[in-house]
């Protein structure tokens, strides 16, 4: 049975970090780009990273929003994409997906249940 499994989220402090987690099972994520996806209540769903192979190594994709902030990135040997996050700010507050996806910004095979993240003093 395929599953996508987020993990680490929670609640911190404006300025904060936090380190998501997407793990799989039941199929190899290496074979897949991957995204992140976030949601905050009464907006659209948003993809802030991706993380694909190409024939020249490891693409990242960053919304603007978290450019220079957030780090994409896999670990292999775990079946598992990271998102680390610093210098959260409250605007950062949403539900976090990931996602096994054909291609950035495109169609998405499996996705997650989620994980919240509240930036908040």
């Known amino acids: 049975q395929v599953h996508l499994v987020e993990s680490g989220g929670g609640l911190v402090q404006p300025g904060g970090s936090l380190r998501l987690s997407c793990v799989a099972s039941?199929?190899?994520?290496?074979?897949?780009?991957v995204g992140w996806f976030r949601q905050a209540p009464g907006k659209e769903r948003e993809e802030v990273s991706c993380?694909?192979?190409?024939?020249?190594?490891?693409?990242?994709e960053y919304a603007d929003s978290v450019k220079g902030r957030f780090t994409i990135s896999r670990d292999t040997a775990k079946n598992t994409v990271h998102l680390e996050m610093n210098t959260l700010k409250p605007e950062d507050t949403a539900v976090y997906y990931c996602?096994?996806?054909?291609?950035?910004?495109?169609?998405?095979?499996?996705w997650g249940l989620g994980t919240q993240v509240t930036v908040s003093s």
């Open positions: 993380i694909s192979t190409t024939s020249s190594g490891e693409s990242a």
């Open positions: 996602a096994a996806m054909i291609r950035c910004k495109g169609e998405a095979h499996y």
């Open positions: 039941g199929f190899n994520l290496d074979a897949h780009t």
